[in-house]
């Protein structure tokens, strides 16, 4: 194998793939890139097993062949290369790469020992725009679950319809639910669960203008455009029914502005239990008054103007948990809802935009 290429276009590709290789694996060919010299380019691969990523970039070939290589030292070697072309040639499995003056030799491992990427058909594929794609992703995973003991949870629910399409995670006590109007051109009536390790490459490798191809496989979903690919494992298994969570009878009405509310959050969440991060919310005709006690720090208190309607209520609720939901409200004031103390409580935009979103948020038990 011989080619020539751009430091920034090697940086490119390695960038884009070394975020899919694994930390730690007990299987070394796993810590490598996979790098493939062809007739339109360079081919970059990496791979966990679960998640698969690919990048074409631009280079003049000479020789075509393939070889994997460390990632993590190639990467570091790619950074520190001077301005000027890359020259990459191979020898059975030793990978050198001349940069200037520079020479740098690595041993690799063949071809044939690198993991295959999964069986996923394009010819029944459906698209979607890398835009909605990319706010659906960013308004939802950060609510999934990192615990093992319900691996279900640790998977966004991506839900395609003929008219809609909609993305829920949660952790059992938030819960993140954003649906948009959908054409439903060539896409399946179907219910999958997506790693959010994934949906983060998808989100990081796809511009928003891009029109995104999409297949999937039994238990694979694959995603395309031009020269790039990303591959995953679907979780299996059947996700709870969220609709049975989600409120329809909240009666005390909440309008706050997002900035002033999240400031004030912030400051309570400094003297919080490190623990619990409860913050207790007392709300007053057009008060809310918001505290924090923690026997062995101290304690906190203030008072913020909202718009209130409805009985007064003390709430508790993860001062982390309510901040984290704040972030991604797309409008500059919020609607919270509320039943009672021990239900859930929803925050939502208060501004149309295209979709709709909320958010559900558990309380926490208030101490007397």
């Not at 360079?42 to 970039?57: E, H």
């Not at 208190?301 to 709430?315: C, F, K, P, T």
Request: aromatic content about 6%.
């Amino acid at each position: 194998m011989r080619f020539t290429i751009t430091r920034e276009n090697l940086q490119q590709g390695l960038a884009a793939v070394g975020a899919s290789i694994p930390t730690r694996t007990t299987l070394p060919v796993l810590s490598n890139i996979l790098i493939e010299a062809g007739e339109d380019g360079v081919q970059m691969s990496g791979t966990d097993l679960d998640i698969a990523v690919t990048l074409r970039v631009p280079a003049e070939v000479e020789e075509p062949g393939a070889i994997t290589v460390p990632a993590k030292k190639l990467q570091e070697l790619a950074r520190e290369l001077p301005e000027a072309p890359a020259r990459v040639t191979t020898t059975g499995e030793r990978f050198e790469l001349t940069c200037g003056k520079a020479t740098f030799r690595l041993n690799g491992m063949p071809r044939d020992e690198f993991p295959t990427f999964p069986e996923v058909d394009f010819a029944s594929s459906w698209r979607v725009s890398g835009e909605l794609m990319g706010r659906m992703i960013e308004r939802t995973s950060f609510a999934v679950s990192t615990e093992e003991s319900r691996p279900i949870l640790n998977g966004v629910l991506w839900q395609l319809g003929d008219r809609e399409m909609r993305m829920v995670a949660t952790n059992g006590h938030r819960l993140a639910k954003l649906t948009i109007p959908s054409d439903g051109a060539n896409a399946p009536n179907a219910d999958l669960i997506v790693p959010p390790k994934a949906l983060a490459q998808v989100q990081r490798l796809f511009d928003p203008e891009d029109e995104i191809e999409v297949a999937r496989s039994e238990n694979h979903l694959g995603f395309r455009k031009d020269g790039t690919r990303v591959y995953t494992r679907l979780i299996e298994g059947p996700y709870p029914n969220y609709e049975q969570v989600i409120p329809k009878d909240n009666d005390r009405i909440a309008i706050a502005d997002k900035e002033t509310l999240t400031r004030s959050l912030r400051r309570m969440a400094v003297v919080a239990s490190d623990q619990t991060h409860r913050v207790r919310l007392a709300f007053v005709g057009t008060a809310l008054r918001l505290s924090v006690e923690t026997p062995d720090l101290g304690d906190a208190h203030e008072e913020i103007e909202v718009d209130y309607q409805g009985d007064a209520l003390d709430i508790g609720f993860n001062a982390n948990y309510l901040l984290e939901v704040l972030r991604y409200m797309p409008s500059d004031e919020v609607k919270l809802s509320f039943k009672a103390p021990e239900r859930a409580a929803t925050v939502e935009p208060t501004e149309a935009s295209e979709g709709a979103y909320l958010c559900l948020i558990m309380p926490l038990r208030l101490l007397e």
